[in-house]
């Protein structure tokens, strides 16, 4: 039997689908036996530490007079090399390589030896956001560079990486995965709790950042020919407040419902009929899986790795950036056929659980993680 691994995690702990997919791939490493470790400087958002081989080791941060800016990066490897040598980690598995990947790469020279190695998941913003910022760039390239192990969550993603970086480091894609939970609450309650009687509920979920493109979603939900008949909720992890004049503007107020810190996410996937997403950047787009894992169609655009998800034309539909028009179009005509909006879900479904169920997603980190190890001449 092939050995149980003692791995440490550090992702980012607020609401984002990279905190969320770290901790979800903790839950799921635990199940299968292996034991826990994540280190970062807050409880990750969906963490559950109840298991008995999952563990939460805090990062503090002090605010020194002396630094003008609080320093994380170092006291994070300090606890990772900490960890590492009490717990005796194989791996440590980071998410992002500002600054975690940094961090654990200097925890491992401090530790000398050669374990625990370093896998770097990369999520996104490191190559979209950072990659193009010349105080970042080569800090990251090394990072890549100098991690036993690079995975990405779409082939999009490594393709702008490579680009990006002009790296020949090999970087594994594994796609996001996601464990569909059962709702607690009935479809009818929800949608009661909600104020709903037959609305046509639109679901939205996301941290709010300008690349989301929150001002097109509303604009979409405007423009609709059944907008009366809408009703548009946003699972929001982050401050919705500066789309409120738009709101007002679109006289959609009416329509729009917000809900912030929304842990029972399943109650209202289940209680929704189709998911919008007007991303200008998004590497693959882990709440249009969790919509699609409901049984619901996807409106999206076709940034960056959308399209490995959704499959335009059979689970929704995949538009260019910006076109409003478009979106309007498919949305209206998902409303007038409710069996198209039906089979496109059920097909959506199909496909979410078929290739990105935690089975599959799961076994290939492990196997990843065995085949870093086992370069090393261990044989895992
Ligand atoms: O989308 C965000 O702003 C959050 C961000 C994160 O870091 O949590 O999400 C990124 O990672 C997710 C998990 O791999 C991906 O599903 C998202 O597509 C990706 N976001 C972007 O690329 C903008």
Redesign the pocket.
């Known amino acids: 039997m092939a050995a149980l691994l003692k791995i440490g995690i550090t992702c ?1 702990p607020s609401v ?6 770290a901790s979800e791939l903790g839950h799921q490493l635990a199940e299968r036996g292996h034991e826990v470790h994540f280190i970062s400087y807050q409880m990750p958002f969906r963490l559950d530490t109840s298991p008995h081989n999952i563990y939460f080791h805090p990062v503090d941060v002090n605010e020194y007079e002396l630094f003008k800016h609080a320093d994380y990066t170092l006291p994070l490897s300090v606890k990772m090399a900490e960890i590492s040598r009490q717990f005796d980690l194989d791996i440590l598995h980071v ?2 390589a500002v600054p975690h990947a940094v961090a654990a790469i200097l925890a491992c020279q401090m530790l000398g030896g050669d374990r625990p190695k370093v896998i770097t ?1 990369l ?3 490191d190559t ?1 956001l950072l990659g193009k910022d010349p105080s970042y760039q080569p800090i990251i390239k090394h990072s890549i560079e100098h991690s036993n192990g690079v995975t990405a ?1 779409s082939y999009s ?1 490594r393709e702008e990486t490579v680009e990006t970086f002009q790296i020949e480091k090999e970087i594994k894609v594994i796609h ?1 995965f996601f464990e569909p939970r059962e709702p607690t609450k009935s479809r009818d309650q929800v949608r009661e709790e909600l104020g709903l009687q037959d609305d046509f509920l639109i679901l939205h979920m ?2 709010l ?1 300008p ?2 493109r929150i001002d097109h979603l509303l604009k979409i939900v405007a423009a609709s020919r059944h907008r009366e008949q809408l009703k548009l909720l946003i699972l929001a992890g982050g401050n919705f407040a500066p789309y409120v004049p738009i709101v007002r503007k679109l006289g959609i107020e009416k329509q729009v419902l917000v809900k912030e810190s929304v842990l029972d996410i399943e109650n209202y996937l289940n209680a929704s009929d189709l998911g919008l997403y007007t ?1 200008q ?7 249009i ?1 969790e919509c699609m894992f409901y049984g619901h169609p996807v409106l999206a655009t076709n940034a ?2 959308i399209q490995e998800v959704l499959e335009h034309g059979k689970t929704g539909y995949a538009y260019e950036v910006g076109d409003i028009d478009a979106f309007v179009e498919g949305l209206d005509s998902l409303i007038e056929n409710p069996s198209q909006l039906r089979k496109m879900g059920e097909a959506g479904k199909k496909r979410a659980h078929k290739l990105f169920n935690s089975e599959k997603i799961v076994g290939q980190y492990v196997n990843y993680y065995r085949q870093i190890l086992d370069e090393s001449g261990e044989n895992f």
């Open positions: 980012y984002g689908g990279s905190g969320i997919l998410h992002y998941t999520h996104g913003t979209t969550v993603l996001n996301s941290n950042r690349p989301k991303s950047h998004e590497s693959f787009g882990l709440s899986l960056g790795g």
